[in-house]
């Protein structure tokens, strides 16, 4: 059991992470500033921070005009829900989560 949490506290954490970040980096293109890098906005959805940074783009309409955040972001979603399911589900995994 305690890995689940373990696993879950770091979904969520990582998704807070991709959610803000989007933020941060919108207001600081409204500012002028000092940007965030697009890979390190990929990066924190390539480790399981997708969905955050999906909400944010939607948010915050942030990078939706871009093809690759447009379409990267989703898929980089899509491909990870794919790879939890078939973690959980494939019969020949013998995975214990407690």
Request: hydrophobic share 55%.
């Amino acid at each position: 059991m305690e890995t689940i949490i373990w696993i879950a506290s770091y979904l969520v954490v990582i998704n807070i992470v991709g959610f803000l970040i989007m933020g941060i980096d919108k207001s600081k293109a409204k500012n002028h500033s000092w940007r965030i890098s697009e890979s390190s906005l990929f990066f924190v959805a390539l480790i399981f921070g997708s969905l955050g940074c999906v909400i944010g783009m939607q948010v915050f309409r942030h990078k939706t005009k871009h093809w690759y955040f447009k379409w990267g972001m989703p898929l980089i979603l899509l491909i990870q829900i794919a790879i939890v399911t078939f973690i959980l589900c494939y019969p020949g995994w013998n995975i214990s989560i407690m």
